[in-house]
């Protein structure tokens, strides 16, 4: 594994040699988040050795290197989910190049689907906790020394400090910021009625089929996170029901300034 990331860090830096602070994963629709970038370079993942590629709609899978907030940054523009088929080693491997090319915190994007009945579409969560559901944790099999402890500590995976930071700049613009709880599932399939009344009753604001297994990786490596949910569906009402990707992309895409404006302040306070 270590020598998979050097290697792919090694093909990186000979391409482009900036020392990113800040890694970005963007979620579904969210792509466009880097007009706000001043790109330097972009590296698709099919060219980076040891990288699964991308296949899902609305993720175009490179990696993009440039300058936000005045902050060196490397955006994952498309990410691999479990259900694609990737090994949750596949899964969390970017995110430990990332680490690798020198970033010490790291900016999670998602869509999920809303439990909490104050939730409304379009409404953008930050992440304070999450409970894993059936997702495969990436860190099962022999601990990579290397990369960090056996049994990590898992008692604030989110950073209060930016969580706190992420509050008072959406308050300064007016964005409502909502908090809550993420429950990290496999899809591809989006939850019964049943099954999103059973997150509610649990805790869980929000559900989605990325980002924990990226967290417990970054968590592993002693990355900083903060992360953010783009509620682009609300799963747990009574009636009209039916959820499609299309209609998760378009929320996501409107939410889209918001969530930018927000990554973009904490970044520059890096
Ligand atoms: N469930 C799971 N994943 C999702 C949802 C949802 O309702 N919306 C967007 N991603």
Redesign the pocket.
Known sequence: MITKIKEAVAYIQNIHTAKPLAGIVLGSGLGSFTSGMKIEKEIAYSEIPHFPVSTVEGHSGKLIFGELGGKSVVAMAGRFHYYEGYTPEEVVFPIRVMKFLGISTILISN???GMNLDFKVGDLMVIKDHISLFTINPLIGKNIEELGPRFPDMSEPYSNILINKAKAIAAKENIELKEGIYCG?T?PT??TRAEYKLLHIIGGDA???STVQEVIASVHMGLTVFAMSVI??I?IREEQNK?THEE?LQAAKEAEPKLTHIFKELIAGL
């Open positions: 869509a999920a689907g599932v899809g989006f939850e559900v989605g089929m682009t569906d799963g959820i998760v």
